[in-house]
């Protein structure tokens, strides 16, 4: 089993920037894939980032390529979502996502939250105007 734990949400205006920090505990000697995805009230769940462990390759969703990076300490076995350039339309629950699976890592590496094993519960990110 993966544990994962968010933290560094918070509110931040329009044109901030804000790191969030995954941290992954339990189970985590097996290559696995880990990402990110956020949630608005009535939406779907979109992916926003993820990288493949194997050979660190990484994917962004277009409405935030360029503004969002996923740095990774393997070490700590931590993953950050660093945002700048934040837009109100980026307000949203940001959650991470972590799986060991071909399919769950497949869903991560195409940004589709379906079929993924692990989440964490969440961290809120409000961007106002």
């Known amino acids: 089993q993966v544990h994962l734990v968010e933290s560094g949400g918070c509110s931040v205006q329009a044109g901030g920037s804000l790191r969030l920090s995954c941290v992954a505990s339990?189970?985590?000697?097996?290559?696995?894939?880990m990402g990110w995805f956020r949630q608005a009230p009535g939406q779907e769940r979109e992916g926003v980032a993820s990288v493949f462990i194997s050979d660190d390759s990484r994917e962004y969703t277009d409405s935030v390529a360029g503004r969002f990076t996923i740095p990774k300490d393997n070490a700590k076995n931590t993953l950050y979502l660093q945002m700048s350039s934040l837009k109100p339309e980026d307000t949203a629950m940001y959650f991470c996502?972590?799986?060991?699976?071909?399919?769950?890592?497949?869903?991560?590496?195409?940004?589709?939250?379906?079929?993924?094993?692990?989440w964490g519960r969440g961290t809120q990110v409000t961007v106002s105007s």
């Open positions: 339990g189970d985590t000697t097996r290559r696995y894939c």
């Open positions: 996502a972590a799986d060991r699976t071909p399919s769950g890592c497949r869903n991560l590496r195409t940004l589709r939250p379906g079929t993924i094993d692990y």
